[in-house]
């Protein structure tokens, strides 16, 4: 299967603790997407990379959380000192050349005790 | 106003009725237009995507799209109880970079068809 993967699935955290997510695009796709859906909430945008840059981070809160997408390996959304307002599901997404659609990975749903 | 809405529903017909959903966008910058399906505890699934008005047809799902009216719709037809999810509508823009464009989402609605 060649899709988006995204790992752990599901990750539990206390809170004060680091989360870091995981996400390998589809093959052959340099452009990746993260978003975080809350409960009852529609998919929000948080940050756009590309291989070492990135690109759009409108989305992302200020502090505590960062992204990077380096030249090897998958992609890191990583939140630090984790509080319960974080818990959500996000999902990455990727596209591979201009005006491709973005495909969505099964996301990593967030728990924070 | 939201950029995107999108009434959430619930939608309930029974099998082989003919489903339409809609949203509507204020953003005049969107320029791609997607319709997600989205089943419990899975990922986002892309059915259609279009980037220009009209209609787009595959297999029983048809997408429209009309700019002057800021209108999208999805429709399904002959449904079957296995597309029971949930269906966002999806828009993106192009950004300052050329090629960047980030999606705004609708809430999304919660479709059931009946046996």
């Known amino acids: 299967n060649a899709g988006v993967m995204q790992n752990p699935r599901h990750l539990v955290r206390r809170r004060g603790q680091e989360a870091r997510l995981r996400c390998s695009p589809m093959k052959g796709h340099s452009h990746v997407y993260w978003y975080r859906q809350l409960p009852e909430e529609g998919l929000k945008f948080m940050v756009y990379?590309?291989?070492?840059?990135?690109?759009?981070e409108s989305g992302m809160p200020k502090e505590r959380f960062s992204a990077e997408f380096p030249k090897e390996g998958p992609s890191i959304l990583r939140i630090q000192q984790v509080v319960r307002g974080d818990s959500a599901a996000y999902f990455c997404?990727?596209?591979?050349?201009?005006?491709?659609?973005?495909?969505f990975g099964d996301g990593t749903r967030l728990s924070i005790l | 106003q939201k950029e995107v809405e999108q009434d959430p529903g619930p939608l309930s017909v029974p099998e082989g009725a003919i489903v339409s959903l809609n949203c509507t966008y204020s953003?005049?910058?969107?320029?791609?237009f997607m319709w997600y399906r989205q089943y419990s505890r899975k990922g986002p699934e892309l059915l259609m995507y279009?980037?220009?008005?009209g209609n787009k047809e595959d297999g029983r799902f048809t997408a429209q799209v009309d700019k002057s009216s800021k209108y999208i719709s999805l429709f399904i037809r002959d449904s079957q109880p296995s597309d029971s999810a949930t269906y966002l509508c999806a828009m993106g823009g192009m950004g300052s970079g050329g090629s960047n464009y980030k999606l705004t989402f609708g809430k999304g609605t919660l479709l059931t068809v009946n046996p």
């Open positions: 279009t980037y220009s008005s």
């Open positions: 990379l590309q291989k070492e840059n990135i690109i759009d």
């Open positions: 953003n005049s910058a969107f320029q791609y």
């Open positions: 997404a990727s596209r591979g050349g201009i005006n491709q659609p973005q495909h």
